[in-house]
Every structure is written in structure tokens, then in C-alpha cells.
């Protein structure tokens, strides 16, 4: 017997679905144009220290309503799940297909860190915060 071995505690199918129902209503909120600064920083990784990039970005889209459509979240393990998600403006796709991570983190599915970066540098900005990871 290796006990050193650490397992991935496994989830029932009713966890597997209400954590990728979860994923995917916190993510259509991280998104959504009408989601105020504080929430939109309560549903990603380390929101605090994202303000001000979060302001900037959504502030420049204020103009036109941004939404993001979930096409499919794989939980990796019981804290981390791969997201492939389109983000919309206006209801027109200007992401297709982006790869995203997901981890739960007090009980709550978060975008991670890497997602919004990965989504900060296409627009060309790569905050402080960003620099670390």
C-alpha cells in the first residue's frame, strides 16, 4: 500500500452538477454588464487586488452589454474546473471558445486570476496583479 498517494476526492453526479450550475451562473454574473464592481470582485479569485483593472475594462464596455455564454465546464477535481465560455457584446460573440479555470474557493466557483489576465492581455493591458502568476 502507497499511502503517500493523494486522491482526488471524488464527486456524486448531483455535485459534479450543481458545482458546473454553479460555475456557470457565477461566471454569466462575472460577466454580465449589470454586475457592480464589489460582485464582480466577490466572483473572481482575488477580486481586491483586480479593482482597478476590473473597473477599467467593464467601465470602457459600459456602452454596450457584455454577457458570457458557458459551452462547457469539466470539473478537473473538487476545486478546480477547465470552462471553455464566449464572451458577447450586444449578444454578438467577439471571444469564441476561450479556456478558463474555475476554483472554488469558500464554497463559491471563481473565475480564476489566469482567466481574467489571460482576457486582460488580448486587450493589451497586464496589470500589477497580473505580473505574478
Given amino acids: 500500500n502507497n499511502h503517500s ?6 464527486l456524486t453526479p448531483a455535485q459534479t452538477n450543481a458545482a458546473k450550475q454553479q460555475i456557470e451562473t457565477n461566471w454569466k454574473n ?6 457592480s464592481l464589489q460582485g464582480r470582485e466577490k466572483l473572481l ?11 477599467t475594462e467593464f467601465a470602457s464596455l459600459s456602452s454596450q452589454a457584455s454577457s458570457a455564454d458557458i459551452s462547457s465546464a469539466s470539473l478537473v477535481n473538487s476545486t478546480s ?6 464572451v458577447e457584446l450586444d449578444g454578438q460573440p467577439v471571444l469564441r ?3 478558463g479555470e474555475a476554483l472554488l474557493i469558500n464554497n463559491s466557483w471563481e473565475v480564476s486570476d489566469t482567466t481574467l489576465c489571460g482576457l486582460l492581455s488580448l486587450g493589451g493591458n497586464n496589470p500589477t496583479a497580473c505580473k505574478n502568476l
Fill in 30 to 35: 462575472f460577466f454580465a454588464a449589470s454586475t
Fill in 45 to 55: 479569485q482575488n477580486g481586491s487586488n483586480f479593482s482597478q483593472p476590473l473597473q
Fill in 81 to 86: 474546473a477547465n470552462v471553455m465560455y464566449t
Fill in 97 to 99: 471558445d476561450q479556456k
Fill in 5 to 10: 498517494k493523494t486522491t482526488i476526492q471524488s
